[in-house]
């Protein structure tokens, strides 16, 4: 038992040391927990920590990032920079090879510029003592222009004295002979007549010279024998029918060049109603047709504007009459024809002519003297009647007068040039006038003054022969009176003499011819001429 006891207590000893122990035990564990939960809390703040120190690292990380970026971007940027830097300093580089290479060339220029200046230099003090040698050459040649300016001043009047010197040997009075074509309204159904058969015999032999004209006819007399006529004429010019308004412009030409010249010049267009006068002297509207009046005009125009060159300056004026039974008429005027009283006046000191009341304009060109004509045309026509085609029943003359100064030389010239359409030269039987009292009176002045006309030219060939005392019968007509200033003296008178070449017109074109050969054997001043009369066959 006691061994029980013994056993007992050692158990209960045990006992207690174990609840000893347990005490002990669990007042660790209590103090193990307490300790786990401060160690847990402590976790869960680190961990808390932690937390917010992960999610600043990861914000730090993500700007870290942005920067990253932004870096790399700048990176790019700059090395994008570099590049272009790069290639700016290798151009600079290779600019500036280039530059020294030519700063190299310009260093060698220079340098021979400078050995040119050198030379130069020694040039130009040698010139320097050439220059006063020059400076005395060009007076010289200075004084040599000067020489020869006034030689061609000189050349110009030795020229216009030649000029006027082969105008006289040609004949101060010249007679052109022009025959028109044929033309449709010549060969009328009513005439029945076949190209043939109406047109007159005409010959042109002289087909070197073109100075003769022959016309030929044939008719029965009484006895029923054949009686053949053969009439020969010859003057300075003869046109056949095909020539053209150039051609015969060609040799009216030379007078206008007198006219600016200071002469006077006539031209007159003589023949048969019908025979082309007008188409000669005004022509048609086409540069091919366009007629002596309107070349003339042109030509003095383009000879004044030549001449400028010499020194020449020039004034023109124009003035277009009309002569109706004896009575002056204004081309150029406002009022109705044949009312105005004109009157002619001869001014025997200066030489000029002037008609009162008459309009005298300045002339600038030739476009101008076109529109005047025109202008005069169409009063001629209103004044015309059916019974009356009043311009082939009068005459028109046109004055285109001239004034020239020559500031260099000091000389002046005054000319005119006259050209006119004379009335219808047709004898009275031909115009069917005689039982016409007006008609009658027409063709009787315009017979009286073509007379008149021509006894004027015979008296001044005859005073040109030597009758220096000859009196010349200019009062005679209006027409002689008014051009008397420019048919005498050292006058210039061409007369185209127009013919039709119709057989029923022969008659009439034989008495135009004779008259033109008795203007055409005048002879005014010194001029001689050669010409043959007409031979009645
Ligand atoms: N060389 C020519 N070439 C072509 N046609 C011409 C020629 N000559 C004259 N004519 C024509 O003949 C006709 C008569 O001519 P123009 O009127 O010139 O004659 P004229 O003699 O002036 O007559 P008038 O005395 O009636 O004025 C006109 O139709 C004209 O165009």
């Given at each position: 038992m006691d061994r029980e006891r013994a056993k007992l207590s050692e158990l209960e000893e045990s006992h207690m040391a174990l609840t000893r122990e347990l005490a002990t035990a669990r007042t660790q564990e209590l103090t193990h927990r307490r300790e786990l939960v401060d160690a847990s809390d402590e976790m869960e703040q680190m961990r808390k920590r932690h937390t917010r120190e992960l999610d600043e690292l990861d914000t730090q990380m993500r700007r870290r990032d942005r920067e990253i970026r932004e870096l790399k971007d700048e990176l790019r940027v700059c090395q994008d920079d570099l590049e272009r830097e790069r290639q700016t300093v290798s151009t600079l580089k290779s600019t500036i090879a280039h530059q020294s290479d030519a700063q190299l060339s310009l260093t060698t220029q220079v340098a021979a510029m400078r050995a040119q200046i050198d030379a130069l230099q020694g040039q130009l003090s040698t010139s320097s003592v050439s220059n006063s040698t020059l400076g005395l050459q060009l007076d010289t040649e200075r004084k040599k222009v000067a020489e020869l300016e006034r030689q061609v001043l000189d050349a110009e009047t030795v020229r216009r004295k030649l000029h006027n010197m082969v105008q006289e040997l040609k004949g101060n009075i010249r007679v052109f002979c022009r025959v028109r074509p044929i033309l449709p309204s010549d060969l009328i159904p009513s005439a029945l007549k076949l190209k043939e058969q109406a047109m007159a015999r005409i010959a042109f032999p002289d087909k070197l010279d073109h100075k003769e004209i022959v016309l030929n006819s044939s008719s029965e007399n009484a006895m029923g024998q054949e009686r053949k006529d053969e009439w020969a004429f010859s003057f300075d010019r003869v046109f056949e029918p095909q020539s053209t308004q150039m051609e015969v412009f060609e040799e009216i030409s030379q007078l206008v060049q007198s006219c600016a010249d200071g002469y006077n010049v006539c031209v007159f267009a003589y023949g048969q109603t019908g025979s082309g006068k007008s188409f000669t002297m005004?022509?048609?509207?086409?540069d091919a047709t366009v007629g002596m009046i309107p070349r003339a005009v042109q030509q003095v125009f383009r000879v004044t504007e030549d001449l400028r060159t010499k020194g020449w300056e020039y004034k023109m004026e124009g003035q277009f009459l009309e002569i109706y039974n004896e009575t002056i008429n204004d081309l150029l005027g406002k009022g109705e024809l044949d009312k105005k009283k004109h009157e002619i006046k001869h001014d025997t000191r200066t030489g000029r002519t002037t008609v009162t009341d008459a309009n005298v304009v300045a002339l600038h060109s030739s476009a101008q003297v076109r529109t005047l004509l025109a202008q005069a045309q169409s009063r001629r026509s209103v004044a015309a009647t059916l019974m009356n085609e009043r311009s082939s029943r009068s005459h028109s003359v046109f004055t285109l007068r001239i004034r020239g100064m020559n500031a260099q030389t000091g000389e002046t010239c005054e000319g005119s040039l006259n050209l006119v359409d004379l009335a219808g030269s047709e004898r009275l039987e031909k115009s069917g006038a005689a039982s016409d009292r007006d008609r009658l009176r027409e063709t009787q002045n315009i017979n009286r003054s073509l007379s008149a006309l021509g006894d004027v030219i015979a008296a001044l060939g005859e005073k040109g022969d030597g009758k220096s005392d000859k009196h010349i019968p200019y009062r005679n007509s209006k027409l002689t009176y008014l051009l008397q200033n420019s048919l005498s003296g050292n006058s210039k008178t061409l007369m185209v003499l127009n013919l039709s070449p119709l057989a029923t017109h022969l008659n009439e074109s034989l008495c135009s011819l004779r008259f033109a050969t008795k203007v055409n054997n005048t002879t005014i001043g010194t001029a001689k001429k050669q010409t043959k009369p007409g031979i009645s066959a």
């Amino acid at each position: 038992m006691d061994r029980e006891r013994a056993k007992l207590s050692e158990l209960e000893e045990s006992h207690m040391a174990l609840t000893r122990e347990l005490a002990t035990a669990r007042t660790q564990e209590l103090t193990h927990r307490r300790e786990l939960v401060d160690a847990s809390d402590e976790m869960e703040q680190m961990r808390k920590r932690h937390t917010r120190e992960l999610d600043e690292l990861d914000t730090q990380m993500r700007r870290r990032d942005r920067e990253i970026r932004e870096l790399k971007d700048e990176l790019r940027v700059c090395q994008d920079d570099l590049e272009r830097e790069r290639q700016t300093v290798s151009t600079l580089k290779s600019t500036i090879a280039h530059q020294s290479d030519a700063q190299l060339s310009l260093t060698t220029q220079v340098a021979a510029m400078r050995a040119q200046i050198d030379a130069l230099q020694g040039q130009l003090s040698t010139s320097s003592v050439s220059n006063s040698t020059l400076g005395l050459q060009l007076d010289t040649e200075r004084k040599k222009v000067a020489e020869l300016e006034r030689q061609v001043l000189d050349a110009e009047t030795v020229r216009r004295k030649l000029h006027n010197m082969v105008q006289e040997l040609k004949g101060n009075i010249r007679v052109f002979c022009r025959v028109r074509p044929i033309l449709p309204s010549d060969l009328i159904p009513s005439a029945l007549k076949l190209k043939e058969q109406a047109m007159a015999r005409i010959a042109f032999p002289d087909k070197l010279d073109h100075k003769e004209i022959v016309l030929n006819s044939s008719s029965e007399n009484a006895m029923g024998q054949e009686r053949k006529d053969e009439w020969a004429f010859s003057f300075d010019r003869v046109f056949e029918p095909q020539s053209t308004q150039m051609e015969v412009f060609e040799e009216i030409s030379q007078l206008v060049q007198s006219c600016a010249d200071g002469y006077n010049v006539c031209v007159f267009a003589y023949g048969q109603t019908g025979s082309g006068k007008s188409f000669t002297m005004e022509g048609g509207h086409t540069d091919a047709t366009v007629g002596m009046i309107p070349r003339a005009v042109q030509q003095v125009f383009r000879v004044t504007e030549d001449l400028r060159t010499k020194g020449w300056e020039y004034k023109m004026e124009g003035q277009f009459l009309e002569i109706y039974n004896e009575t002056i008429n204004d081309l150029l005027g406002k009022g109705e024809l044949d009312k105005k009283k004109h009157e002619i006046k001869h001014d025997t000191r200066t030489g000029r002519t002037t008609v009162t009341d008459a309009n005298v304009v300045a002339l600038h060109s030739s476009a101008q003297v076109r529109t005047l004509l025109a202008q005069a045309q169409s009063r001629r026509s209103v004044a015309a009647t059916l019974m009356n085609e009043r311009s082939s029943r009068s005459h028109s003359v046109f004055t285109l007068r001239i004034r020239g100064m020559n500031a260099q030389t000091g000389e002046t010239c005054e000319g005119s040039l006259n050209l006119v359409d004379l009335a219808g030269s047709e004898r009275l039987e031909k115009s069917g006038a005689a039982s016409d009292r007006d008609r009658l009176r027409e063709t009787q002045n315009i017979n009286r003054s073509l007379s008149a006309l021509g006894d004027v030219i015979a008296a001044l060939g005859e005073k040109g022969d030597g009758k220096s005392d000859k009196h010349i019968p200019y009062r005679n007509s209006k027409l002689t009176y008014l051009l008397q200033n420019s048919l005498s003296g050292n006058s210039k008178t061409l007369m185209v003499l127009n013919l039709s070449p119709l057989a029923t017109h022969l008659n009439e074109s034989l008495c135009s011819l004779r008259f033109a050969t008795k203007v055409n054997n005048t002879t005014i001043g010194t001029a001689k001429k050669q010409t043959k009369p007409g031979i009645s066959a």
